[in-house]
């Protein structure tokens, strides 16, 4: 069965700073980790994805860091913002099937 | 370029009743896929469909649900005899390629049955 696990549920910061979201996944044929942001009332957008031959990327003030041999990656999101305040989804791509394995989502709350 | 549509954004059923709900996608992307969030979830995948063919149906549950995705009009995903546990937000997704950073989120229909 293929799984994403997803930790924590929720999250608080105070503005300024650096939460950091957790996944695990069990199946070594995903091809792609992207992570996905959702506000209330709409649906997910893609945020960020990384390779599994690719140890960290950045964008921004978002930063995916990888660890292929034990099957975890995790989301930074540096000097945060109240505007961050969102659902943050990791989920794992296969191009065998084209098909989206979601975590369980993080709930952020970034307070000024 | 308008993106992906959903339609009823909110929905109410009671039980017994039949819900269709509609997703049209972006203007050129031939792949739609239909996911289900429930409260404090993620999104599961459930169906995934290219114009007039099933691809994938393995995350639709066996009874009481379908979807099609016809040659013209939008994707329709319809639950009959809808329970309480059918509560939730369906979002559907649209793809050029059906390449993951290609699948485009509509803002989701939320479904409840009383």
């Known amino acids: 069965q293929q799984q994403v696990k997803q930790s924590p549920q929720s999250l608080i910061v105070q503005k300024g700073g650096i939460p950091i979201i957790n996944c695990a996944y069990e199946?070594?044929?995903?091809?792609?980790f992207p992570w996905y942001q959702q506000f209330p009332g709409k649906g997910p957008a893609l945020l960020i994805a990384?390779?599994?031959?690719?140890s960290e990327k950045k964008e921004g003030r978002f930063t995916i860091s990888f660890n292929k041999s034990a099957k975890q990656f995790s989301l930074h999101i540096m000097d945060s913002q109240p505007g961050d305040s969102a659902t943050y989804f990791c989920?794992?791509?296969?191009?065998?099937?084209?098909?989206?394995?979601f975590g369980t989502g993080t709930r952020l709350q970034v307070f000024p | 370029n308008a993106g992906v549509m959903q339609n009823p954004r909110h929905l109410v059923r009671r039980r017994g009743q039949e819900a269709r709900l509609r997703c049209s996608p972006m203007?050129?992307?031939?792949?739609v896929y239909w996911y289900r969030q429930l409260p404090e979830e993620g999104l599961k995948f459930m169906v995934y469909?290219?114009?007039?063919?099933?691809?994938?149906e393995s995350g639709m549950p066996k009874e009481r649900f379908s979807a099609e995705f016809p040659k013209e009009g939008p994707s329709i995903l319809r639950i009959q005899q809808v329970v309480r546990g059918d509560s939730a937000a369906y979002f559907c997704?649209?793809?050029?390629?059906?390449?993951?950073?290609?699948?485009?989120f509509g803002p989701g229909t939320r479904l409840t049955v009383l």
């Open positions: 997704a649209s793809s050029l390629t059906g390449n993951y950073n290609e699948q485009f």
């Open positions: 199946n070594t044929a995903f091809d792609y």
């Open positions: 990384i390779r599994p031959d690719v």
């Open positions: 989920a794992a791509f296969s191009y065998n099937t084209d098909k989206l394995i």
């Open positions: 203007k050129g992307h031939s792949h």
């Open positions: 469909l290219q114009k007039e063919n099933i691809i994938d």
